[in-house]
């Protein structure tokens, strides 16, 4: 998406300048200004998306958003430029998402269409298409002039290793087709959906996991005789199945969710268990000691390798933090490949499996960046330094590409040169639209029951001569961390472009990291009483808000919140708790209810608090202490958060009479798949927090 400030910001502020000579000639006072252009020209600005690589060259692909218009982008080979390869022109809300390359770079295939959130669910049509969505699986051959062609409705694509075959998932169904021609052919149906797809070594077979619900088991399929099987079944959830190099073996994270009540920490919830193919012999390679990483989390990428020297690679926080471990395929002690206080993001393997290259914020706990470390001993080298923010490494042939960004250049992919000289990749020089960017600044406060707070403060551009207002910045997740720059997330990317718009109209916005969120280690994201359970998070809205108000330039009378999704439910909650402290809000898709069925296995003494604990948590436990105005946004497809819980609020505050404004975007998901829908809920935003707080007053 995009942004923008120069000329129409002078105009604007020309505008303003004019303004007293007009009312003393006896004109009628103007009207506060519409910044809907400038935050059309900031959303429309190209990001990138969904890189990927070739396993044997150095061929990569993406996609870019520019405007709401997706196009897949391919790298032929570093030095040569990048080219489009779909020449999409229209917003219509269409996504491009799942790319995959075969082994060397000549195909390519992707999803076109559906969610990729939610890739089972019936495919959104934000577009309003007449027929309804869509969600098919394209290839194509990556040569000039060739011509596309659609195997058929799923997702998630996967290249065999001769790249002759692409097989693909649609819920249940098991599809492959030949990259060439021909129609995709059913090779199996089984309950539930299918994830982590991937082909053997040899592509004889494909692994697999077959989700059901409360558990989920490995499944193999063998080609040859069409049969299906499935190694090491468990009562567990079962999760990302790799082939051994020489695919005589498998390994898998086999997980158990820990029962409500349960710290995680009391037992051993999760293990790494490997199976023998030839002999079916399967045993625990490494299994989770009770305490501290006892309960399993990953990355958000890849989670389990199988390097060259026969060692597996998975994420643990058995150090308090989210590090990457290693342990002998054939079992023994695993050693951590990342020590320190500071979190990975993502991993993967260098193309030879014998070096471990990860994004992470060692070193800077507010920034990402990309580390190396040799698998064979020596010490960890970090490839891309500076202020920028740098994540998904990935590896093609012997290149190493990323996203990257910073504070004036919006997510973008990048060759990643053995100096550590990051290469952009396309027009992502320095965009005009935002030069006039302030420098958002890491700053830390204390809440009262003493939790550290991590934030991000953008500086008012303008004030006037008194004190200016304020806004707090509250992201969803709510496991997700702000940073002092672009977010390589284009949810976030986007809400990063408002806030600088909005320290260009005259706020001061503080982007917080709330307890729950990531970043910060597993005790910081584990908090004790956070949502349902006490809305402890809320300590570290309430703390921000005190910092603002007690700096001299900030009027405390004009304090506001703004966020989506958890962020919506943590600004409807300050407003309904606090209408005193937080003058106006802006709530997109945010949860305004929490009580829900209890957890299973819960006496029915504990079932009635656990509810009234979730409904005391809630806003609406609040809502007749309610006064200060609020707008509402939501799309009413949404599959995240229930549309209902913005019409059910929408009610509830005008029954009290409280001033409301909502904009609703018909056939909409929660992360809103059109430009269009973008720039109709961060103009309202913009221009609701200008009326109620005064933000552009000169």
Not at 16 to 33: D, E, H, N, Q, T
Not at 197 to 209: A, E, H, Q
Not at 262 to 287: C, F, H, K, M, Q
Request: aromatic content about 8%; proline content about 7%.
């Amino acid at each position: 998406m995009s942004r923008c400030h120069g000329p129409v910001r002078r105009f604007l502020r020309s505008a303003l300048l004019i303004g007293p000579a007009l009312l003393a000639m006896g004109a009628a006072a103007p009207s506060r200004p519409d910044h809907r252009l400038a935050i059309a020209r900031l959303l429309a600005l190209p990001m990138a998306v969904g890189l990927t690589g070739a396993r044997d060259r150095p061929v990569f692909a993406w996609v870019e958003l520019r405007a709401g218009v997706r196009n897949i982008w391919l790298l032929p080979a570093p030095g040569q430029s990048p080219r489009r390869l779909t020449d999409r022109t229209v917003d219509d809300g269409v996504d491009l998402h799942s790319l995959a390359l075969d082994r060397d770079g000549t195909r390519i295939a992707w999803t076109q269409g559906g969610d990729a959130e939610f890739p089972d669910l019936p495919p959104p049509n934000s577009g309003h298409a007449a027929r309804g969505g869509s969600q098919s699986v394209w290839v194509r051959a990556i040569a000039t002039g060739g011509a596309a062609r659609s195997l058929g409705e799923g997702h998630a694509p996967v290249f065999s290793p001769d790249g002759e075959r692409v097989a693909f998932v649609a819920g249940g169904t098991l599809l492959l087709a030949s990259a060439a021609d021909g129609p995709a052919a059913k090779l199996a149906q089984l309950p539930g959906t299918i994830e982590d797809l991937s082909w053997s070594p040899d592509g004889k077979r494909l692994l697999f996991v077959s989700r059901r619900g409360d558990h989920g088991l490995i499944a193999l399929f063998d080609l040859a005789d069409g049969t299906l099987s499935y190694p090491d079944p468990g009562m567990t959830q079962d999760v990302s199945p790799i082939f051994s190099p020489d695919g005589a073996s498998i390994a898998f994270i086999r997980t158990v969710t820990p029962p409500f009540g349960a710290t995680g920490t009391e037992a051993s919830y999760w293990s790494i268990r490997t199976v023998d193919l030839a002999t079916g012999l399967a045993r625990t390679a490494w299994r989770a000691r009770a305490g501290a990483g006892g309960d399993y989390y990953g990355t958000r990428t890849a989670n389990l390798f199988w390097s060259a020297d026969d060692r597996l690679l998975f994420p643990s926080e058995a150090s308090g933090w989210v590090h990457v471990l290693a342990v002998p395929a054939r079992g023994g002690t695993a050693i951590d490949l990342t020590p320190g206080e500071a979190e990975v993001e993502n991993f993967t393997l260098s193309v030879d499996r014998r070096t471990l290259i990860y994004a992470g914020n060692q070193g800077d706990l507010e920034r990402r960046h990309v580390w190396q470390q040799p698998l064979a001993g020596g010490r960890a080298r970090q490839w891309t330094p500076g202020d920028g923010i740098e994540g998904f490494p990935t590896v093609a042939g012997n290149a190493l590409a990323v996203v990257a960004s910073d504070v004036r250049r919006p997510p973008h992919v990048a060759l990643v040169a053995g100096a550590g000289v990051l290469t952009p990749l396309g027009a992502y020089s320095d965009p005009a639209e935002t030069r006039d960017f302030v420098v958002p600044q890491p700053v830390r406060f204390t809440a009262e029951d003493g939790v550290t707070v991590h934030a991000t403060l953008f500086r008012a551009r303008r004030g006037g001569n008194g004190p200016h207002p304020a806004l707090i910045f509250l992201h969803g997740g709510p496991r997700r961390q702000m940073l002092p720059a672009f977010h390589l997330m284009p949810y976030y990317a986007s809400a990063y472009l408002l806030n600088q718009h909005l320290a260009m109209d005259g706020f001061d916005v503080l982007a917080i990291n709330y307890r729950s969120g990531t970043g910060y280690g597993c005790a910081f994201r584990e908090a004790a009483e956070t949502g349902r359970e006490g809305a402890s998070e809320y300590r570290d809205v309430l703390a921000a808000a005190r910092w603002l108000a007690a700096r001299k330039d900030i009027d405390p009378h004009r304090i506001g919140l703004w966020g989506g999704s958890w962020g919506g439910y943590l600004t409807a909650l300050g407003l309904a708790r606090d209408s005193a402290m937080f003058a106006a809000g802006v709530d997109l898709h945010g949860v305004h209810d929490l009580v829900r069925a209890p957890p299973p296995m819960l006496p029915p003494a504990e079932q009635d608090r656990w509810r009234a604990m979730a409904w005391q948590s809630s806003p609406a436990a609040a809502i007749d202490r309610w006064r200060s105005p609020v707008l509402l946004v939501h799309g009413d497809d949404d599959r995240n958060v229930d549309f209902a819980q913005s019409v059910r609020l929408a009610a509830a505050l005008t029954a009290r009479g409280v001033p409301l404004e909502t904009l609703m975007l018909p056939d909409e998901r929660h992360e809103f798949f059109r430009y269009q829908s973008w720039v109709q809920a961060y103009a309202a935003t913009d221009g609701f927090l200008d009326r109620t707080l005064g933000g552009s007053a000169p």
